[in-house]
């Protein structure tokens, strides 16, 4: 089998294959030089269950008891678990689980196929199938709008005073969308700082956004000696779109990841969807192209179908409240019962938990709520990138 794209999602289902299937052959292509780019994937310890945990722990650099989450009239602390994955982990994980021979780096596809691929230098590569895992493609049959964000970790010259994670402070200056600070202690005095954004457009300014964190780590009293990585990203979040349209039934190429809209529509999470398609695919009794294109297929779609009524909620945040008035929305769904908010995160949430997220006045003008449940969000661009 080929796995095309070693992020997240390419990485997982290479390392459940190794664990569950060593007896296939297994080649997991990535353009850059190291699998999993530049990146921090966190999640709740919720998102997995016992045999995502198997998949999922050898990869987490950082653990945390529990999260913090601070908004202009309302704080609180929360007891789920919270777990960091870094690219280095991934990328030491894959190599120590697979034979040099199955890990291809700095290889650009050009061409796809369901049995088949070819290499910007000139190689191509046949197997008895293939899975398209590269990250989100393009998005012209749907809309909604972005969660874009940049990320450092600050190298600080004395503790930060954090103990646990602080998964949203919206106690910042409201701009381009519901904007929140999100902070990862990963030592005394190192922190994963980002900036993130629920915004119209997907224009992301590094310079600006850098410049926040600088500022918001000055509000903190934090000394910040050195930024020792730095991460951007550009996420849809899908409010409406057509599935058929976005992967038609007679196309031949298995997906994976987002690129096969496997994340939450609201949140544009992926690592729990991520674990248990690469759980699901190591299952699979034939790794054929056509069998792995329709069974992946099938993952994607009962999701889309599944996230029906995540794709209204995105409705309402970007069509029922101005950008900078998004925040009480977020502020009133973190005042609902832990366990409910841990199912929402995993995309597990029961019908009463979907009533009971809607239920009584809303955050924002009633008409204006009305008003969005319809709409569709603007147009998704093309994030089209390379393997």
């Known amino acids: 089998m080929a796995i095309l794209g070693g992020g997240l999602a390419g990485g ?17 292509v990535e353009a850059g030089e190291s699998f999993g ?10 998102d997995v269950d016992k ?18 989450v601070h908004f202009p009239r309302h704080s609180r602390a929360l007891t789920t678990p919270y777990c960091s994955i870094t690219s280095e982990m991934l990328d030491a994980r894959l190599r120590e689980a697979l034979p040099q021979q199955s890990l291809l780096t700095d290889a650009r596809i050009i061409e796809a196929g369901s049995e088949r691929f070819a290499l910007a230098d000139g190689r191509s590569f046949t197997a008895g199938g293939v899975i398209d895992a590269r990250g989100t493609g393009s998005l012209p049959h749907m809309a909604g709008g972005w969660q874009k964000f940049l990320g450092q970790v600050l190298r600080l010259g004395a503790p930060h005073g954090l103990s646990r994670p602080v998964v949203m402070n919206a106690r910042v200056e409201q701009v381009d969308g519901y904007r929140f ?3 990862l202690p990963i030592s005394e005095t190192e922190i994963f700082v980002e900036d993130t954004y629920y915004s119209d457009a997907p224009d992301l300014e ?6 926040r964190i600088s500022a918001y780590a000055q509000t903190q009293g934090w000394q910040v000696q050195k930024i020792e990585r730095e991460e951007i990203g550009v996420l849809p979040v899908v409010a409406a779109g057509d599935f058929d349209a976005f992967w038609p039934g007679d196309d031949p190429l298995a997906r994976a990841g987002t690129r096969a809209a496997l994340f939450h529509p609201l949140t544009s999470y992926s690592l729990p969807l991520a674990v248990r398609t690469a759980l699901a695919i190591s299952a699979l009794p ?12 099938d993952m994607a779609r009962e999701n889309w179908h599944k996230g029906r009524y995540d794709r209204m909620l ?12 998004r925040w009480p929305i977020l502020e009133r769904f973190y005042r609902l019962p832990e366990p409910l908010i841990e199912r929402f995160y995993a995309s597990q949430g029961s019908a009463a938990d979907k009533l009971r997220i809607i239920a009584g006045k809303p955050p924002v003008p009633v008409l204006s709520a009305l008003a969005a449940l319809p709409g569709r969000g603007r147009p998704l661009a093309s994030l089209e990138r390379g393997a």
């Not at 459940?16 to 080649?27: D, N, T, Y």
């Not at 590094?206 to 410049?211: D, G, I, P, T, V």
């Not at 034939?286 to 297929?297: I, K, N, Q």
Request: aromatic share 10%; hydrophobic share 50%; charged share 20%.
């Open 51 to 68: 045999a995502g945990r198997a998949l999922t722990d050898p990869l987490v650099a950082h653990r945390w008891q529990g999260y913090d």
């Open 206 to 211: 590094r310079e600006a956004l850098s410049a």
């Open 12 to 28: 997982l289902i290479a390392l459940a294959l190794a664990k569950a299937r060593p007896e296939i052959s297994v080649l997991l």
């Open 181 to 183: 600070v999100y902070c």
């Open 286 to 297: 034939d790794f054929s192209g056509p069998v792995l294109a329709r069974a992946t297929r």
């Open 314 to 325: 995105a409705r309402m945040l970007f069509s029922a409240a101005a950008p900078e008035d």
């Open 37 to 46: 780019g530049n990146h921090i994937w966190s999640f709740f310890g919720s």
